[in-house]
């Protein structure tokens, strides 16, 4: 079936990890209609052959691109679309239909009826198995995204919770963000894939989830020539299988190397791949295949000026990591969002490492009652991105300062249940419980610092290697109560954020927002980032950075590359320079 329709945005196919031969990109225009009453299901809109107005999908409201452009709070919007099949396709199939991500609470109707529960979340898909309420011919779907980004029980990462952008938090993402499509699947059919790669003994195992029995197999290629394969006869619910790779190419920095896999499951066909590498924590030091890599990573908000948080094409996620490679980072955090899989893909393709994070900010971590709508989604998306070698470690929440009006602090056991969840769902990479502050339990220990004098900044934590001592600035938090650090490894997570006050041919920054005192000229700027950066490459005790940030975001003009057109603010020479040498703590 045809993919490539001029009037379907991002038609390629939304996860290289799971790739079937026999399915359809729902991309492009939607019947659409707001709903601030939220009102709409007592109206029965639900069951309505229309609504009022159209919407590009996957384009939220608020974006350019969804031809709404509609940026004040909404807080519920609905979608349509008539889907058709043929008999041949029903005949002994199952219909999947997925929605890569929407904001927040989602519900999907097929020809009226109900497909489950409600989906919970802003990150993590919303996939539905439709095949009981359709019918040959044309069906009508049906989907309302809830969205109050207010509720303190609701997660949004960087958007804003007033009505204008301000500072660092921007332009609000509501309802559907990610690709609409769907697969056509036999009876029987692989529900979900983990692989274990395992360097040290050239080995994959695979890990399935069934539904149906069959017989299933498992082929691996590594440029085009296999390289390993097994299977298992008369299997239902679960499968698992070790295979012996012939040839082993471990996934590095700059190159990634990945093998292909072909799933089979009776009539069912599924592609993937994996990444042969490992990672551990060991003396102080990120191990990457057994050698002590420095993490130079950089800020990556993913906001788009004209997607928000969707890009617009495939070549604007790659950019963005060419961005980033080209003034010497290797890596970046994925910070305040779930990245979508096409664009992990890229980073497992090029070799650049990333940590997964969630968009934490708006939840109140002061109540652990809020654990119902935040776990859920944080471990979906840890099953739906385990697989990506390009992931290094997992971060479910950032600053956890003292919410709301009445300063109320953070429930520790929030922490240490995500911490212990996050572990249980993988053990396989080391997990910070909260980027910055305050830590509770952590397999290492991050600092965010603005400090823009170099001097100081490196005074205070050369302090590590002469006294044993971390500087950590949110320990002055007053009546006693203090983070503390126990040896674990150290990361800054955060730092730099550098603005610049000129007139040239970026614009005037002059009002533009950055952390502390801006330069106001590249030579100024050139010595504090060199400064600031020296100081965590000469420090044994650090075993790694992330520069704020890689773009400009809205009124955050601290980025290294412009925001409208992704082009470098800097000289990326210069840049490169600074950020690639050779780090004290590395082999």
Known sequence: ??????????????????????????????MFEIDNSKSGEARGLQNADKLSGEIVLPFC????????????????????????FTEDELAGNR???????????????????????????????????????????ENLVTVACYDDTRDPRQAGGKQCMEHFSHGCYYTRTTGIWQTVWY?????????????????????????????????????????????????????SVTGQMEIKLTEIHAWELGDGKLY????????????????????ELKDGKFLLNGKSVFQRLVLDQGFY???????STEDALIKDIECSMSVGFNGARLHQKVFEPRFLYHCDRLGYMVWGEYGSWGIDHSDIANLSTYLPDWIAEIRRDFNHPSIIGWCPLNETW????????????????????????????????TSGNYHVVTDIYDVHDYNQDPVTFKENYDKLV????????????????????????????????????????????????????????????????????????????ILGFCYTQLTDVEQEQNGLFTYEDREPKFDVNILREINSRKAAIED
């Open 1 to 30: 079936m045809s993919n490539h329709a001029v009037c379907c945005p991002r038609a390629e196919h939304p996860n290289p990890q799971w790739e079937r031969k026999n399915w359809k990109n729902l991309n492009g225009a939607w």
């Open 95 to 137: 219909v999947l239909f997925h929605i890569g991500a929407a904001d927040f609470e989602t519900k999907v109707w097929v020809n009226g009826k109900l497909m489950g529960l409600p989906h919970i979340g802003c990150g993590t898909p919303i996939d539905c198995d439709i095949t009981s309420a359709l019918t040959v011919g």
């Open 466 to 541: 002469s006294d044993n001592e971390l500087y950590d600035q949110v320990n002055h938090r007053g009546s006693g109560i203090r983070q503390t650090w126990r040896g674990e490894p150290v990361f800054m997570s955060e730092y730099g954020g550098i603005g610049i006050h000129l007139e040239d041919n970026h614009g005037d920054r002059a009002k533009a927002w950055s952390y502390g005192k801006a330069t106001h000229s590249y030579e100024e700027f050139y010595a504090r980032y060199k400064g600031l950066t020296d100081a965590m490459l000469d420090n044994p005790r």
């Open 183 to 235: 697969e056509i699947v036999p009876e029987s059919y692989i529900k979900y894939t983990k692989l274990l790669p395992d360097l040290a003994n050239g080995t994959v195992t695979v890990m399935t989830e069934l539904c149906g029995a069959g017989d299933l197999s498992a082929e691996v290629y590594y440029n085009g020539k296999k390289v390993g394969e097994a299977c298992k006869k008369n299997l």
């Open 402 to 433: 003292d919410n709301g009006p009445q300063r109320k602090r953070q429930d520790n056991n929030f922490l240490r249940i995500l911490y212990e969840q996050t572990k249980l769902a993988d053990p396989t990479r080391p997990c910070i419980d």
């Open 305 to 311: 000026p004209d997607g928000i948080w969707t890009a």
């Open 260 to 279: 292909d896999v072909v799933l089979k499951f009776g009539k069912d066909e599924v592609k993937t791949y994996f990444g042969l590498r490992s990672v």
């Open 61 to 84: 409201p608020e974006s350019k691109l969804s031809g709404v452009g509609e940026t004040d709070f909404m807080y519920c919007v609905w979608y349509k679309k008539v889907i058709a």
